[in-house]
């Protein structure tokens, strides 16, 4: 038998989008033949990914994994193209094995993750179990984002996942946890995934971007001014709206979810004092994303005129 070249497993993969480990077999099952092993791969349903990839997935799941023994925490969304197959036990299964992959092996990002191999089956990598979930489900299926948090011995490390996978937050703490601690760090996820209209994008004023403040502050003043206000006074009037600019983007200074008379700052230092949230990350599935827009009457003509001819 002929020795399978890594440049002919590479066109391979490149012609179908089949995972490297079923190129191989594939080339392996064909005697190194290309069109042999395409059609190999067809035959199996490994190459129907490859049509796949330019369909827009803008649905899916976010999901969590957390090791309270290594006290290390992964969020991931992985996409799909309809809410339908998000639904699946397959589809939540293979976004939690994907999140356990983070924590155990740690990749330095999507890429790398995706050229892992799988922790439970060092046989194949993390891209062939998508790729070969693509061809099951029959959607394109990627994996977008990650996040992984691995905290030190005085630190813990949750997760909170809102509406069954529509939004996640991972978080990160410190210090005393007393009676409540841990309570209270879940209940912090709860407030970062829950919160609305406007979520928070750091834990204290401290770590808010100067540039983002700035940028702020010449928004408040345009707008004082278009509502006439006199220049000796605007100054004063965007302190107070800035105030208000740091309870919406700052976790500590939003009110409570559970008790709005409070705020988060203040129920931390009434429950567990002395426990610091650290960071924290939160992903809303698909923010960004483009969704495809099903135009029936488009899709009707389109289908007539290709009928005409």
């Given at each position: 038998?002929?020795?399978?070249?890594?440049?002919?497993?590479?066109?391979?993969?490149?012609?179908?989008?089949?995972?490297?480990?079923?190129?191989?077999?594939?080339?392996?099952?064909?005697?190194?033949?290309?069109?042999?092993?395409?059609?190999?791969?067809?035959?199996?349903?490994?190459?129907?990914?490859?049509?796949?990839?330019?369909?827009?997935?803008?649905?899916?799941?976010?999901?969590?994994?957390?090791?309270?023994?290594?006290?290390?925490?992964?969020?991931?969304?992985?996409?799909?193209?309809?809410?339908?197959v998000a639904k699946t036990?397959?589809?939540?299964?293979?976004?939690?094995?994907?999140?356990?992959?983070?924590?155990?092996?740690?990749?330095?990002?999507?890429?790398?993750?995706?050229?892992?191999?799988?922790?439970?089956?060092?046989?194949?990598?993390?891209?062939?179990?998508?790729?070969?979930?693509?061809?099951?489900?029959?959607?394109?299926?990627?994996?977008?984002?990650?996040?992984?948090?691995?905290?030190?011995?005085?630190?813990?490390?949750?997760?909170?996942?809102?509406?069954?996978?529509?939004?996640?937050?991972?978080?990160?703490?410190?210090?005393?946890?007393?009676?409540?601690?841990?309570?209270?760090?879940?209940?912090?996820?709860?407030?970062i995934a829950a919160a609305?209209?406007?979520?928070?994008?750091?834990?204290?004023?401290?770590?808010?971007?100067?540039?983002?403040?700035?940028?702020?502050?010449?928004?408040?003043?345009?707008?004082?001014?278009?509502?006439?206000?006199?220049?000796?006074?605007?100054?004063?009037?965007?302190?107070?709206?800035?105030?208000?600019?740091?309870?919406?983007?700052?976790?500590?200074e939003q009110a409570f979810?559970?008790?709005?008379?409070?705020?988060?700052?203040?129920?931390?230092?009434?429950?567990?004092?002395?426990?610091?949230?650290?960071?924290?990350?939160?992903?809303?599935?698909?923010?960004?994303?483009?969704?495809?827009?099903?135009?029936?009457?488009?899709?009707?003509?389109?289908?007539?005129?290709?009928?005409?001819?």
């Open positions: 038998m002929a020795e399978i070249s890594a440049k002919i497993v590479m066109e391979l993969r490149g012609r179908t989008g089949a995972g490297m480990m079923d190129c191989k077999k594939a080339l392996a099952a064909t005697e190194g033949d290309l069109e042999k092993a395409i059609d190999f791969l067809r035959e199996k349903g490994l190459a129907a990914a490859a049509k796949k990839q330019s369909r827009i997935a803008a649905e899916g799941l976010v999901g969590s994994f957390i090791c309270q023994e290594c006290r290390t925490g992964a969020l991931v969304e992985v996409n799909c193209e309809t809410d339908f036990d397959k589809f939540k299964e293979l976004v939690n094995e994907i999140a356990v992959q983070i924590v155990k092996k740690n990749p330095a990002d999507v890429d790398a993750l995706l050229k892992q191999p799988y922790y439970k089956d060092e046989s194949k990598t993390i891209e062939d179990m998508v790729t070969a979930s693509t061809a099951e489900i029959g959607e394109k299926i990627s994996v977008r984002r990650f996040a992984r948090y691995a905290a030190t011995a005085n630190g813990v490390v949750d997760s909170y996942i809102h509406m069954g996978g529509k939004v996640g937050v991972l978080i990160e703490a410190e210090g005393e946890l007393g009676a409540e601690g841990a309570d209270v760090i879940h209940d912090c996820a709860l407030q609305s209209p406007v979520a928070p994008e750091y834990v204290r004023r401290e770590e808010v971007d100067p540039h983002h403040l700035e940028h702020e502050k010449e928004i408040l003043i345009a707008q004082a001014r278009n509502e006439g206000k006199p220049e000796k006074i605007i100054e004063k009037m965007v302190e107070g709206r800035i105030k208000k600019f740091y309870q919406d983007v700052c976790l500590i979810v559970k008790d709005a008379d409070i705020s988060v700052g203040q129920m931390i230092a009434k429950r567990a004092n002395g426990l610091e949230i650290i960071r924290f990350t939160r992903y809303k599935m698909g923010d960004g994303l483009e969704k495809k827009v099903n135009d029936l009457a488009a899709e009707v003509a389109e289908q007539t005129a290709k009928m005409s001819k």
